[in-house]
C-alpha cells in the first residue's frame, strides 16, 4: 500500500480530532479528539517509517508519543474526576473555578 493512503488517512483522523477539539464542550469529547489528533500522527510516524526502513527515527517518536498520551489521559481524566465531583458536570465552559 503506498505512502499516500496513510497520509491521507492520517490528514482526516487529525481533521476529525480537531473540529472535534474546538466544537465540542464536553471534556472527556475533548480528551478523545486529542487522543484522535495523536494517534494520527503516530500513523504519520509509522507510515513514514514504514517508507524509509533505514532509521527507526518514526517508531521512537511514536513510541515517546504513546508514553505522552499515556501521561495526558491520566492527568485530564484526574482532572475531569475533581470537577465532576466539585460541580457534577463535564462541560469546559463551566469550569471556572479558578477565574475569582
Known sequence: MPITHYLVLGALLFTIGG???LVRRNVLVTLMSIEL???????T????????PESHTGQMFAF???AAEAAEVAVGLAIVLALFRIRRTVRSDEADL???
Open 19 to 21: 473540529i472535534g477539539f
Open 37 to 43: 489528533m495523536l494517534n494520527a500522527v503516530n500513523l
Open 45 to 52: 510516524l509509522i507510515a513514514f517509517n514504514g517508507a524509509y
Open 64 to 66: 515517546f508519543l504513546i
Open 98 to 100: 479558578l477565574k475569582n
